[in-house]
Every structure is written in structure tokens, then in C-alpha cells.
């Protein structure tokens, strides 16, 4: 396996990202469309030993969009972490988010604004949430899904290539979206912001995800 990193290239992919466009509310299809926001909690932004505050940047985007899906009758989830204190994925992460803790919770800004269903996890992917397969049967409809939230390089890629991959081995044509101005990940000393974000959306576009600069919403 070769692990020597080609900085130009990934220069030159960061510049395209920061190139991406907005897309416009007109090419949203209300009807077709689901609001997927993945794991905008305390536990990850507020508190907790898994948080970082930097990730607060995406709240105002992402309440900004929930405000036009209430005002469309676009469909809207939000994952919470929501861990058994026994969960195996603790054998990978300190343990975080225990259920009925405060870090399991929705952001307040969020919540304040409303109109979105709550679906609890417990592993980083969502897809395989009981609350989410019923979610999915019940809204087979439904073939473009807006997804954003953290961390972009593991709860929200192992949702989206879940998702894609469901919808072609059904064979039924989708559209996800990631807008990078609602979809963040964290810093530390051995899990490099930029890099993981870099890594995770160039796994994402090569596998069928659309990224987009964000959505504008003012058009």
C-alpha cells in the first residue's frame, strides 16, 4: 500500500473544493426531498470528551435550511449518538453520548427551531438505526437526501455510502448531496481536520456523492 502523500494533488483538490458552487432552491425538488442532519449534538460540539467547539460553524447554515424545509413541508431527521453503556464501539472511542445524557442532545438552536424527527444510534452509522430503516420503508418516495452534520469522515461518510449503495443495489436512481458549509469534523493532536475532511469528501465523490459549496437559500 502506497502512503506517501502527493501534496500537490491534495492542494489542488482542496482548491476545488473551496470552488464548489452553491445550488439554488430551485433545483430542489420538495416533494423528492429529505433533510438529514447527522449527529448536530452537544456531545460532539459542546461538551464531552469527543467535542470540539470549532464544529459550532455549520449550526447557522444548517438552522438556516431547516427554517426552508419547515416552510416547504420538506421532510427532516436528525441522528443523535445514543450509546448503551456497553456499546462495542467504545472498543474503537471513549465511551460518549450515553443515553439520557446531555451530550445526546440536539443543539439548542436546532431544537428551538423544530420540525424534524429525532433518530437515536448506536454506532456511526446511522443507516442501520431501526429508527432510520423504518424511515427509509416508509419514504421509498423519496430519492434526494441533503445530508450534512459531523464528522464528515465517519458518521456522515458511513451514512451516505450506506445510503448510495442501497439505493443502487435497488436499482432506483438517488441523489445525496453534502453541502461542505453545513459538514464538519474535529482537530486533534493525531486526527487532522483538514485531512480527514479531504480524505472523507474525495471517498464520498468517488463513490456518487454530489458536494456542494452549501445551498442558497436567497436565490
Known amino acids: 500500500m502506497k502512503i506517501k502523500s502527493d501534496d500537490i494533488q491534495l492542494k489542488k483538490y482542496e482548491q476545488y473544493l473551496y470552488s464548489l458552487p452553491f445550488v439554488g432552491t430551485k433545483k430542489i425538488e420538495s416533494e423528492k426531498t429529505v433533510f438529514v442532519m447527522v449527529d448536530i449534538i452537544n456531545g460532539f460540539i459542546r461538551e464531552g470528551v469527543l467535542h470540539d467547539k470549532e464544529i459550532e460553524s455549520i449550526i447557522s447554515p444548517v438552522k438556516a435550511f431547516l427554517e426552508y424545509c419547515n416552510r416547504k413541508n420538506i421532510k427532516s431527521i436528525a441522528f443523535s449518538d445514543c450509546h448503551s453503556e456497553d456499546?462495542?464501539?467504545?472498543?474503537?472511542?471513549?465511551?460518549?453520548?450515553?443515553k439520557g445524557d446531555n451530550e445526546c442532545k440536539i443543539v439548542d438552536e436546532l431544537i428551538q427551531t423544530g420540525g424534524f424527527a429525532i433518530i437515536e444510534k448506536n454506532s456511526a452509522n446511522g443507516f442501520h438505526a431501526s429508527g432510520f430503516r423504518k424511515f427509509l420503508e416508509n419514504n421509498m418516495d423519496k430519492?434526494?437526501?441533503?445530508?450534512?452534520?459531523?464528522?464528515?469522515?465517519?458518521?456522515?461518510?458511513?451514512?451516505?455510502?450506506?445510503?448510495?449503495?442501497?439505493?443502487?443495489?435497488?436499482?432506483?436512481?438517488?441523489?445525496?448531496?453534502?453541502?461542505?458549509?453545513?459538514?464538519?469534523?474535529?482537530?486533534?493532536?493525531?486526527?487532522?481536520?483538514?485531512?480527514?475532511?479531504?480524505?472523507?469528501?474525495?471517498?464520498?465523490?468517488?463513490?456518487?456523492?454530489?458536494?456542494?459549496?452549501?445551498?442558497?437559500?436567497?436565490?
Do not use: W
Not at 443502487?168 to 438517488?174: G, H, Q, R, Y
Not at 487532522?192 to 458536494?211: D, P, Q, V
Open 87 to 98: 456499546s462495542c464501539e467504545f472498543s474503537a472511542f471513549p465511551s460518549h453520548c450515553i
Open 143 to 219: 430519492n434526494c437526501y441533503i445530508v450534512c452534520g459531523d464528522c464528515t469522515d465517519i458518521c456522515v461518510l458511513n451514512f451516505c455510502l450506506s445510503l448510495k449503495t442501497f439505493f443502487n443495489e435497488i436499482n432506483k436512481p438517488s441523489e445525496i448531496l453534502v453541502p461542505l458549509n453545513m459538514t464538519e469534523t474535529f482537530q486533534t493532536a493525531k486526527h487532522n481536520r483538514s485531512l480527514a475532511n479531504i480524505s472523507a469528501l474525495f471517498i464520498m465523490e468517488t463513490n456518487g456523492i454530489k458536494l456542494i459549496g452549501g445551498i442558497d437559500i436567497n436565490e
